[in-house]
């Protein structure tokens, strides 16, 4: 995805001929960026090769899951809604996971009955409740347990899953007791010791902390786990900062750590592997004159892309077309909708821009779409896959039509 003579194209395909062909606002997704993100993980973390686990709740699409399963990833689930649709994309249960704090009986009879690869149990109350149904199948069931490693991510707080205070996970005594608990159960088969610390990681120094407590519940366990899950939550680069997570580093610490521990490492990136992927096309309505800024107002709104209203997080914008005459106006981005929450960025020194004119929200591929609603009673985006230079409709717009 890159500027040629001042346009913007996607895989060769001008980005200004798909939002006049098929309207705004547009997501658009770039198959070789997808492509490769993973190569670029697989290649970082070769000498441990680990089943990964591509994770769902980032993008639910279903012709993505489908590609990014043909490029050897497996699935990280929360809901039945999620493993049906990873199973129905070709992922094989054999590769999927399944976590979450949440799971209900039907959900749990579901995965029990795919017969996937591993539910991540989150409390002793879960273990029970799969037990009970465990026993009813009459089947040996594979399931993991999730830890707490009370260990601050350094990431926003609402994405942040691996302290105490969290819903996540299980403490570190808690932990050793259900061990031994599980021992003694039939029915159920202990595999995998699994972590997740929270999302939009771009320090490795948290994975490491995180590493040094696993060590430490696996000396005093003296359990040998098959699986040891480290999850997810690698950051991208949202800004012009050029911060970036050191993924060499944290795969010298995770060798180390696995000379004293022989176990296969699980990892459920989402954001690191479709997040920059993705674009979002708007066109601008209006142009507001205000006393001390401009407002942009484009026809995306927070019900397309919610992250700047939720987190207040930042996605760059850039101009469809780029031109060489800077303003010194401040711009603030907006949408629509009625709520003061509804915008996406200010920016001093834009390019002048007029009404009409598109302008594209970058890296929305992780939790874009998949935190889209119909807030406002406004029709979801069309969503494209660009691949090798053809277009492919994976979501059709929505029509009010069908909303009413």
């Keep these: 995805m890159k500027y040629k003579n001042n346009e913007f194209f996607i895989d060769g395909v001008k980005l200004e001929k798909l939002a006049k062909k098929y309207s705004t606002p547009l997501y658009c997704y770039s198959y070789n960026k997808i492509k490769e993100n993973i190569k670029y993980f697989k290649k970082t973390f070769k000498t441990i090769n680990p089943l990964i686990c591509f994770s769902v709740k980032s993008n639910s699409n279903k012709v993505l899951l489908r590609e990014i399963g043909k490029l050897g990833l497996g699935a990280d689930v929360v809901s039945i809604g999620e493993l049906m649709k990873a199973i129905s994309s070709g992922i094989k249960p054999k590769n999927i996971v399944f976590s979450g704090v949440g799971k209900t009986p039907d959900e749990l009879k579901y995965a029990i009955n795919k017969k996937i690869l591993l539910i991540n149990a989150e409390s002793k109350s879960e273990i029970l409740e799969i037990e009970r149904i465990s026993k009813i199948y009459n089947k040996k069931v594979n399931i993991g347990l999730r830890l707490n490693p009370n260990t601050d991510a350094k990431t926003l707080s609402q994405i942040s899953t691996g302290k105490k205070e969290n819903k996540f996970g299980i403490s570190e005594k808690s ?22 610390i929270g999302s939009q990681i771009l320090d490795h120094r948290p994975y490491e902390k995180t590493l040094n407590v696993l060590e430490r519940v696996l000396r005093k366990s003296k359990f040998n786990f098959e699986y040891i899950d480290l999850g997810g939550g690698m950051g991208i680069n949202y800004s012009d900062n050029k911060k970036k997570l050191n993924l060499r580093k944290y795969c010298i610490s995770i060798r180390k750590f696995l000379k004293k521990n022989k176990s296969k490492i699980i990892f459920e990136p989402g954001r690191s592997i479709i997040g920059n992927a993705g674009i979002l096309v708007s066109k601008i309505t209006y142009i507001k004159k205000g006393n001390k800024k401009n407002f942009i107002i484009l026809d995306a709104a ?33 949408g629509p909708i009625c709520e003061s929450t509804d915008k996406f960025s200010t920016i001093k020194k ?55």
């Design 302 to 334: 927070m019900n397309d892309l919610i992250r700047p209203a939720l987190y207040n997080a930042k996605h760059r914008i850039i101009p469809i077309k780029k031109r060489n005459k800077k303003t010194n106006k401040i711009y603030e981005f907006v």
């Design 175 to 196: 932990i050793l007791e259900l061990i031994e608990y599980i021992k003694k159960c039939k029915n159920l088969k202990l595999r995998c010791l699994s972590v997740h």
């Design 350 to 404: 834009f390019q002048e821009l007029s009404q009409k004119e598109l302008i594209i929200i970058c890296d929305v591929g992780a939790y874009g779409m998949s935190l889209s609603s119909n807030y406002n009673v406004r029709a979801k985006p069309a969503e494209l896959l660009v691949k090798n230079s053809k277009i492919q409709v994976i979501t059709k717009r929505q029509s009010l039509k069908d909303l009413i």
